[in-house]
């Protein structure tokens, strides 16, 4: 036995055959086929339908095959899988044993992103669903099909890196050249002509220049919005609410006074289509007098101004943060007479017989310890200010020169007093061409587009 030869036989599996009804229906193969354009262009979507029409066709006349579902998305990128729904819901399908095989035209259909790519043809091997990628001839569960798929789908990743490159060079070149690329599907007071170019919209400019006069007269985001809503004013988009960030963007937009600023938003990820604000990661370029203006400049100016002013009340860097508001007479107007800081509308005693409302110090509020200013009684306050009202009324000319005499004693300069002397006269003479205007307005004597020219002036 020690010196026998050893003999290895091999014994193959014994081959059965199953020609039974349901053994053949489950050899068939469940196949889907995905299908993908990146633009809505009518070029692209010849070869979109083309694509679903000959996936159908081949998946059916299979006898191998059974049919499932074209899976097709239209003018979607393929950087990204988030916003592709079709591909979302065939994924989904696959994962709940819906399908066998999933056919593409190639990688770059699947996907141009390599990381993307990769993730999602391991996950489907996982769960037992092959993908062919028709173009380059592989099929996911080919031994060597993970080094080729890293490389084509790389190389896919590299391709779309470069169109989006080459779409950033053309949108530069197009700003240098001063080519208008401004987009009025939701932009409340302009339309574009048939040469593109931007044209008032009049109706819609009425709305603007009220949200602009009213900001300037002391509403802020939210009553201006109320007010708009009040009146049935829809916004740009056809909707009855109005919120503070449509003010504020109307606000601060640029073009209202004539000019187009480009370029205020970059894509910083071309896999992702992240975009952000430009705060100087690329050029910006402005063109001046591109189209008629709405607004002056100077009435701009005077916004972003008021804005500003009321950032640094709220949220800026002042020591004495209070809150912004017009909804009370008194609000951000009184001051502690001890430390100088605003005083707070409080509820005392809310419910009961001795119910008021107080004013008082935000120093005080914050801790005693800070200020020993007592609270001020609301009435008393509308009292003492409607006496001073009445004895101005009364007498003016003995008030403004006690108030003259007050900046005098402040200012400690004659110019200054000077200065102010030919201000009042001034503010005197607007005072009474706006009488004279809205006089005229009431007697019908003047037309709604002058009046708000001069309104605004």
């Keep these: 036995m020690a010196n026998a030869v050893k003999k290895v036989q091999v014994l193959q599996p014994i081959q059965r055959q199953d020609n039974s009804e349901d053994t053949l229906n489950i050899s068939k193969r469940r196949v889907c086929a995905y299908c993908r354009v990146s633009t809505d262009s009518d070029e692209q979507m010849e070869s979109y339908n083309a694509q679903v029409s000959e996936y159908k066709k081949k998946i ?4 191998e095959w059974e049919f499932v579902d074209i899976y097709a998305d239209a003018g979607i990128s393929g950087t990204n899988v988030k916003h592709r729904l079709a591909f979302n819901r065939m994924i989904k399908d696959c994962e709940n044993g819906m399908i066998d095989l999933v056919i593409t035209k190639s990688i770059s259909r699947f996907a141009r992103n390599t990381v993307d790519c990769l993730k999602h043809v391991r996950e ?3 769960i037992g669903v092959e993908v062919f990628f028709e173009k380059e001839n592989i099929y996911s569960f080919d031994s060597k099909m993970e080094l ?3 490389m084509l789908s790389s190389i896919a990743q590299e391709e779309s890196r470069n169109i989006s490159e080459n779409t950033k060079w053309g949108l530069r070149k197009r700003f240098r050249d001063g080519v208008t690329i401004c987009n009025t599907e939701r932009f409340l007071g302009y339309d574009k002509d048939e040469n ?13 220049k009220r949200i602009f006069r009213e900001y300037l007269d002391g509403k802020g985001y939210a009553a201006i919005g109320r007010g708009l809503e009040a009146d049935g004013i829809k916004t740009v988009a056809g909707k009855s609410k109005w919120w503070d960030s449509s003010i504020r963007g109307i606000l601060e937009n640029e073009k209202y006074y004539g000019e187009l600023l480009l370029q205020k938003t970059v894509t910083v990820d071309y896999l992702t289509k992240k975009r952000v604000d430009n705060d100087n990661l690329e050029p910006m370029y402005r063109i001046d007098n591109n189209h008629e203006p709405i607004i002056s400049k100077k009435m701009f100016d005077l916004v972003q101004q008021e804005r500003k002013r009321r950032f640094e009340i709220t949220r800026g860097r002042n020591e004495d943060r209070r809150k912004y508001s017009n909804k009370y007479g008194f609000s951000g107007k009184l ?14 005693n809310v419910g009961t017989k001795s119910e008021k409302i107080v004013w008082q110090c935000n120093s005080y509020i914050n801790g005693k ?3 020993s200013e007592k609270a001020v009684d609301d009435l008393t306050l509308k009292r003492a200010f409607i006496q001073l009202y009445n004895d101005m009324v009364v007498d003016k000319g003995s008030f403004f020169k006690v108030f003259l005499e007050n900046i005098n004693k402040i200012m400690s300069k004659e110019s200054k007093v000077s200065e102010i002397n030919k201000v009042t006269e001034s503010m005197g003479l607007l005072e009474q061409d706006l009488s004279e205007l809205v006089q005229l307005k009431l007697r019908k004597q003047i037309d709604d587009k002058y009046y708000n020219k001069e309104y605004e002036r």
Excluded at 60 to 63: A, K, R
Excluded at 196 to 208: D, R, T, Y
């Design 369 to 371: 310890k800070n200020c």
């Design 60 to 63: 059916t006349e299979n006898p």
């Design 335 to 348: 001051f502690c007479e001890k430390c100088g800081k605003t005083l707070k509308r409080r509820h005392w």
């Design 124 to 126: 489907l091997k996982n």
């Design 196 to 208: 593109g170019n931007l044209v008032i919209n009049e109706e819609q400019a009425k709305i603007v």
């Design 148 to 150: 080729v798929l890293t």
